[in-house]
């Protein structure tokens, strides 16, 4: 059997996340006259990692501690990590996926415990 690779996910049945181009796209069609809309936007490796790791979370219906994501998102990748860059992260990727039509609070801070998402329906992609 061949070994599967996660490819990304699809986010509320129109927005799909590459993982290795590091891009989100949000193709929808708009019947009748069946015109298609496309948009997409560009992460970084840290809007990435921390959108990877909340998403494969998600259906285990937990909230992240803060700490969990830093140790997940930075220190296990060899990079620094900082409570300023996991709000500047959360930040920025939540204009991203503004600009792709999901809501504002998609990603919930949950006050003082850390963070989950707002129940999305979320598909993993493999390939092999």
């Known amino acids: 059997m061949m070994e599967r ?29 069946k015109w298609v809309h496309f948009s997409a936007v560009t992460l970084n490796d840290a809007m990435v ?29 060899s990079y620094s990590s900082s409570s300023q860059k996991l709000w500047q992260t959360v930040k920025e990727l939540r204009l991203r996926l503004d600009a792709l039509g999901l809501p504002h609070d998609f990603i919930v801070n949950v006050k003082g415990a850390g ?9 993993p992609l493999f390939y092999e």
Do not use: M
């Open 49 to 77: 990692r921390l959108l990877v790791f909340l998403l494969q979370q998600h259906g285990k219906g937990q909230r992240l501690t803060k700490t969990e994501i830093l140790k997940k998102v930075w220190d296990d990748n």
């Open 115 to 123: 963070y989950t998402l707002n129940n999305p329906i979320v598909t």
């Open 5 to 33: 690779n996660l490819f990304g996910f699809i986010i509320d049945n129109d927005i799909q996340l590459d993982i290795a181009n590091k891009r989100l796209v949000k193709i929808n069609s708009l019947s009748p006259e």
